[in-house]
């Protein structure tokens, strides 16, 4: 009569309480925090079964999700963006040590608050774990569906690290336009480890590489790639390579003369 399972002491509340007072802090602090709030005790040891069956739901929820009905959000212009994280686990009984954590973030543009600080207008988050491109594909298009009206849709917008499943996290989206973006905190990292100290990057390189394109400053960069120590020659060379393999995503997109007015950068 109460919903419980059998030989279940604690009911769905409390499972879930416990769950958000774990992700601000450890188990066992969680575990004093919610004696305190419930007078109910669980050890740390519960908890953590309580994080393991709640998120396994949402992931569950999350990537079996199936639209009813089209979104109703209209957007000329949606820009996505994903990345991917691994993290570190308690071995299994496979031996399995580490999971990847892969996220990805739908918004149709940006609005300024103050300084360098924006916020993302009709934002979508999607998260899973340990799943195929395929999977992640369909999670992508489907949440997205469910939110975005795609009919009013001329332009997709994907940015990343280069990564081969990153650029292809959209793909079932199948938008009319689709340009891709290599996003320039990935860019300015690889210059920075690779050339930071034999050239002046905020003045030589990035206004010309983000106006002009790669063809503007290799010549300058291939002049460095003989210079310095066997680790760090490998690190020019590898950066230039990375660069030249994304050459056309990096241009921003308002210096792509794309017919689209208020083209975030």
Known sequence: ?????????????????????????????AAWSS???????????????????????????NQNFEPEQA?????????????????????????????????????????????????LKNKVTIVGMDIDSLQW????????????DFNSIGLLAVGGDGGSWVGSTFDLCNVRKTERVLDKFHVKRALRQAFGKSLDLNNDVYPKLFTEGLESIENLLCQQLEKGSYSEKNAKKAC????????????????????????ES
């Open 71 to 119: 979104g109703k959000t209209e957007a000329q212009i949606l820009y996505g963006e994903s990345d991917g994280v691994f993290v570190r686990l308690q071995k299994d009984k496979n031996g399995k040590k580490f999971g990847e954590i892969r996220l990805g973030i739908a918004y149709t543009g940006k609005q300024w608050l103050s300084g360098n600080r924006y916020h």
């Open 1 to 29: 009569e109460l919903g419980l399972k059998p030989y279940e002491r604690r009911d769905q509340k409390l499972k879930e309480t416990n769950c958000v007072l774990a992700a601000g802090s450890n188990y066992r602090t």
């Open 137 to 148: 594909q369909e999670m992508i298009r489907n949440h997205l569906y469910a939110t975005y």
């Open 240 to 263: 230039l390579k990375y660069l030249k393999n994304h050459e056309e995503e990096i241009l921003p997109l308002s210096q792509r003369c794309l017919p689209f007015p208020k083209l």
């Open 35 to 61: 004696l305190l709030l419930t007078h109910t005790y669980s050890s740390p040891a519960t908890i953590h079964r309580d994080v393991k069956e709640t998120g396994s739901k949402i992931a569950q929820t």
